[in-house]
């Protein structure tokens, strides 16, 4: 007896495309806040702070949807683990930041905005 293969669901795509949009606005924020401080407005610097956790938990919520998308939308695999080193990044990006550890803290930032850009575009062209 042979399977039928079922179509695609769509809402596991509307859910990663949402989580990798909100995620890419947070790391955009967490940017502009950092420059903020650099500017001088130093209450900017609580603020990144803050952000930082609210993105490490969207990097979450952005891995149990690339999941979603790859076990009941018909996804590729790949976007899991791109989610789980981008939570591994955000997650470590907290202590380095709190320590002022910025030799290390600023170019892994940079590398988790280039990762959150590029997946967030993949996301909003790919079609199943």
């Known amino acids: 007896m042979t399977e039928s293969l079922a179509p695609p669901r769509f809402w596991p795509l509307a859910l990663f495309r949402a989580c990798t949009a909100v995620a890419a ?15 001088g407005h130093f209450e900017a610097l609580a603020a990144h ?18 999941i979603l998308l790859w076990r009941l939308g018909s996804g590729p695999s790949w976007p899991v683990r791109t ?25 892994l930032a940079v590398g988790l905005s280039i990762g959150t850009a590029l997946l967030t575009a993949w996301a909003w062209r790919w079609r199943p």
């Open 25 to 39: 606005l947070l790391v955009l924020s967490q940017a502009l806040l950092a420059g903020e401080f650099l500017s």
């Open 49 to 66: 702070g803050r952000n930082g956790g609210i993105v490490a938990l969207c990097m979450v919520l952005q891995t149990v949807g690339a």
């Open 83 to 107: 989610g789980v080193v981008q939570t591994a990044i955000a997650g470590a990006l907290i202590p380095l930041g709190e320590q002022r550890i910025l030799a290390v803290h600023v170019p």
